[in-house]
């Protein structure tokens, strides 16, 4: 066997899902973490027509190939840097996420570990989860190095009831620590406001006790696949040596750049224009 793992290059395993119509998940990711020259190496969990947001998608869930998918990878010799989750659609495949976290975990090699624990927005939860499925995407937060929740997902996990925003920096301070307890060493919280003409995210660094707040003017719109073009940034900077609070300024600042770039009146749900937005990347 000759190992697959002489690329030269950084490389991320992707797990998430694929929907071919309406940029988001892996169609998203993948230019823009390849952009910082990381090769990317995608797992689906499901293969959809559209994402969520239009009615009815084809749906082909790939629960049952996504662990021996992996273990084959091992088997020939692949080692990440990195492995990120995304979307999952039952506590089935979260507990498999565990499962590869684990496959690709020994005494030589620790990739860094991305949760993005996708379970609702706005209050509401996907109608996929329940109070099992959130104890089992809890577990998973607890192999994570970096935690990347909305503020839905953050009291959910907590077994908290939503609060509306604004928020002070201490509620954010106190939410993000109580993440941090489940065991990720970095907690982000995504659509963090601390008033109502700006948004963006706060940063916890549970090693040096530090919070971070990173806002900026809100832009109008409400996108598909904004939050997995936040991940993707945010991933593609920390694994290129930028400190967390510097990849979330890079993150933030990019999402409101493809918004920048969406013409006004068009269909959310097909996402921003990534495509124009990614030249920019690039040049920084």
């Not at 099992?132 to 953050?154: F, G, V």
């Amino acid at each position: 066997m000759v190992p697959i793992n002489g690329s030269g290059l950084t490389r991320v395993a992707l797990l998430n899902d694929f929907s071919c119509f309406g940029k988001c998940s892996l169609t998203v990711s993948i230019p823009i973490i390849s952009s910082y020259g990381i090769e990317t190496v995608p797992l689906p969990t499901a293969v959809l027509s559209t994402h969520g947001g239009f009615k009815d998608p084809v749906y082909r869930d790939l629960t049952d190939d996504m662990l021996k998918t992996a273990q084959h990878w091992k088997r020939e010799g692949a080692a990440f840097e990195g492995i990120c989750s995304g979307y999952l659609s039952s506590r089935e495949q979260i507990d498999t996420v565990r499962e590869i976290f684990e496959l690709f975990t020994d005494e030589h090699s620790r990739p860094l570990r991305l949760v993005d624990p996708v379970m609702g927005d706005n209050g509401t939860l996907y109608g996929i989860f329940n109070k099992e499925t959130a104890q089992s995407m809890t577990r998973l937060c607890e192999k994570a190095d970096i935690l990347t929740p909305n503020m839905t997902e953050a009291y959910c996990l907590l077994h908290e009831p939503f609060k509306n925003g604004p928020y002070d920096e201490k509620e954010l301070k106190r939410v993000m620590k109580a993440l941090s307890d489940f065991g990720p060493k970095i907690v982000i919280l995504t659509g963090a406001y601390t008033d109502e003409e700006t948004i963006g995210a706060a940063c916890y660094d549970r090693e040096k006790d530090e919070t971070a707040l990173v806002l900026s003017d809100r832009v109008p719109g409400k996108y598909h696949g904004t939050g997995d073009i936040f991940a993707s940034v945010l991933v593609g900077r920390i694994l290129q040596g930028n400190v967390p609070q510097a990849a979330v300024q890079a993150a933030a600042a990019f999402v409101a750049e493809c918004i920048r770039q969406t013409p006004e009146g068009a269909d959310e749900r097909l996402g921003v224009w990534l495509e124009t937005a990614l030249p920019k990347l690039r040049q920084e």
